[in-house]
């Protein structure tokens, strides 16, 4: 087995383990709301909201490209002779 694997088994054993300590019920105020819910509950919750947030914020825009701005680098507006010399062949 890998270190990674060893890793992610060691974190899935503590994460578990604490997850299963935490089941008792606890008062939740929520706006004007008073309730008693599971502690596992709330953590589960909040982990899953949290890795949504983190996968929004953390993924890479999509960047736009310039079709335009790429074409005028490749072929220069002040320059008139572009075709190549076997291009001229081929018209003449």
């Given amino acids: ?3 990674k694997t060893i890793v992610i088994v060691v974190i899935t054993v503590l994460l578990t383990a604490t997850l299963v300590q935490n089941t008792d ?3 939740f105020a929520f ?3 008073n309730f008693y819910i ?10 899953v909201v ?4 983190g996968v929004m914020v953390g993924r890479p825009k999509k960047a ?4 335009e701005g790429y074409h005028d680098n490749i072929h220069k507006k002040d320059d008139p002779n ?3 010399d076997e ?3 081929y018209i003449s």
């Fill in 1 to 3: 087995m890998s270190i």
């Fill in 25 to 27: 019920k606890v008062p």
């Fill in 31 to 33: 706006l004007f709301a």
């Fill in 38 to 47: 599971s502690k596992l509950t709330i953590m589960i919750v909040v982990a």
């Fill in 50 to 53: 949290a890795f949504i947030l």
């Fill in 64 to 67: 736009k490209f310039d079709i």
């Fill in 82 to 84: 572009t075709l190549s």
């Fill in 87 to 89: 291009d001229r062949e």
